[in-house]
């Protein structure tokens, strides 16, 4: 345990709770051997008569049944792509490519051809598991594109075919699966450049989703709202391998929709939520919250995208329980720091908590790489059981991410204070320079949130032939009639320095997102740039 106070932003390695030699495979055998009639999965679905669940020992049974198929047709270390919505097929797949040591490569489902190709491509995918649409598409159709660009590609699957194995005579023996290999390939969702391809081992895969739900508080036999996709490391690790380490019970939801997140809530007695700030702000302001019993909840979680003070703030006032939020990486399999049910309001809203068991984390000096005082900004930096092997078939991306210490350097600003809670400032690649003068996005943000017409804000630097660059915002306003500007720059005036008052002004109805749910700044700045 860290020494407190810390004088400098460097957390040691918690060790109190043990890192275990587990395997996604071998998480599920273990929760079907200690509560085999327990429901593992249900398919939360919009029509309540087409439902299905799975207790543990059914899952177990079928992604056993899936897993010897794959053996049958697959080596030990393949990699096998899914390209698909959430449902009850794709966590069998995930289980069952486990079992069968195999590596599962997600594949966002509003892919165009082009980028399928891509990834397929990269990954050196051997077979391909996909729904047969999407969102009115037809993915098989769209495979079928650049099909013939593919000759490594052996087998195209149809999830709903995915259980009908192969002849009991062809069926292999599962193999002894090592839980340093590596279990899925994920390509991150990044909002600044093209995404790489992280593999992520059984290993950090697993011990990371069973400590992060533990710091949640989940407890087993409670169920948990899954409304993550599944290609996501939050979707697949945290809600799925998490829930199984807990013994508790996911409902899985096709897509996210706010009716229906709420009617799942009070049907299966939900005693955990969690999602992305675009998610919890659909969620608060529904109408239909104050017609549902929503009583059987006890804690959210959040991540994978800042959150502000006033939205954790709305959230549990709206909920009535407490809201942590973590921070994270898919290089890091998922979650680095999380807040927790102990901690106060104030250190629930405005850090992202203390890191979790076995992780090290500091926060150095981006220009110089040493570690900075408590309360300084400056780069996070991870080290420990979770972090990637290595971006795929990258050692140029891998080496500029990971460096010789093994620490992974994550590319966000945030900073330390003396008891290791940690707060975030936005990636570095967002910070604005103006003028020599260094503007971070999310004290911006978290200002003119405070404002009653702003429901969402993302602030962003616009090139300037003088500064260099200027502070732009764009809000979606919560009212019918936006803000005045000199009303929001007056607000901003009062809190902050003058230079970091927004220049440019943009009103927006909705908000360019990634498939993970994170806002596009990106395509804000080039909005903005073309509207300067």
């Known amino acids: 345990m860290a020494q407190l106070p810390l004088t400098t932003s460097h957390w040691p390695a918690d060790t109190s709770l043990p890192i275990r030699e587990t395997t996604v495979g071998g998480v599920l055998r273990a929760a079907a051997e200690q509560a085999p009639r327990r429901i593992a999965l249900v398919d939360g679905g919009p029509d309540p008569a087409g439902r299905r669940e799975w207790r543990y020992a059914e899952l177990l049974a079928g992604a056993e049944r899936i897993a010897r198929g794959l053996a049958a047709r697959y080596e030990p270390g393949e990699h096998l792509a899914v390209w698909a919505g959430n449902c009850p097929e ?255 309001a104030a250190d629930r809203r405005q850090t992202v908590g203390r890191p979790l068991p076995q992780t090290e984390v500091k926060i150095v000096d981006p220009r110089t790489g040493q570690t900075v005082p408590p309360g300084t900004t400056g780069e996070i930096c991870a080290r420990g059981y979770g972090v990637m092997s290595g971006y795929l078939a990258d050692e140029a991306a891998t080496s500029a991410a990971i460096d010789s210490d093994g620490w992974l350097h994550s590319g966000d600003l945030g900073a330390m204070d003396e008891r290791g809670y940690c707060r975030i400032l936005g990636r570095i690649k967002e910070l604005i320079i103006q003028g020599g003068e260094n503007i971070y996005p999310s004290e911006i943000e978290d200002v003119l949130l405070r404002h009653p017409g702003v429901a969402e804000v993302a602030v962003v630097g616009v090139p300037d032939r003088f500064w260099g660059e200027v502070v732009g915002a764009v809000i979606r ?56």
Request: hydrophobic share 45%; aromatic share 6%.
């Open 90 to 344: 794709w966590v069998l797949l995930e289980y069952a490519a486990g079992l069968a040591g195999l590596v599962l490569v997600t594949v966002n489902p509003a892919y165009q051809a082009a980028e399928l190709l891509h990834v397929l491509r990269h990954s050196k995918a051997r077979g391909i598991f996909l729904a047969a649409s999407h969102q009115g598409r037809a993915l098989p159709a769209v495979l079928a594109a650049v099909r013939d660009q593919l000759p490594e590609l052996r087998e195209v699957v149809l999830l709903s075919d995915l259980d009908q194995g192969g002849q009991p005579e062809d069926l292999r023996p599962l193999p002894a699966v090592n839980p340093h290999q590596p279990a899925q390939i994920l390509y991150t969702s990044g909002t600044t450049s093209r995404p790489k391809a992280a593999v992520l081992t059984h290993h950090g895969l697993t011990n990371n989703a069973r400590l992060a739900a533990a710091a949640a508080g989940l407890r087993a036999g409670e169920t948990a709202i899954n409304s993550m996709p599944l290609f996501h490391v939050a979707g697949s690790g945290l809600l799925t391998l998490g829930v199984a380490q807990s013994l508790a019970t996911q409902v899985l939801m096709p897509y996210f929709c706010p009716v229906l997140e709420l009617e799942l809530i009070e049907t299966y007695r939900a005693a955990l939520i969690g999602g992305v700030p675009t998610m919890l702000s659909a969620l608060i302001g529904h109408r239909g919250a104050a017609h549902r019993d929503l009583s059987s909840l006890r804690v959210g979680i959040g991540g994978g995208a800042p959150f502000s003070a006033g939205l954790v703030r709305a959230a549990e006032a709206a909920f009535g329980i407490p809201f942590l939020i973590s921070f994270g990486q898919t290089e890091a399999s998922c979650s680095v720091t999380s807040a927790r049910r102990s901690d106060s």
């Open 477 to 532: 306003t919560a009212t019918a009639e936006p803000p005045a500007v000199a009303e929001l720059a007056r607000l901003c005036g009062g809190q902050l320095a003058d230079y970091k008052t927004p220049s440019h002004w943009l009103f927006t109805d909705t908000f360019p997102l990634t498939a993970s749910g994170k806002i596009r700044k990106d395509a804000l700045r080039a909005r903005l740039a073309a509207a300067v």
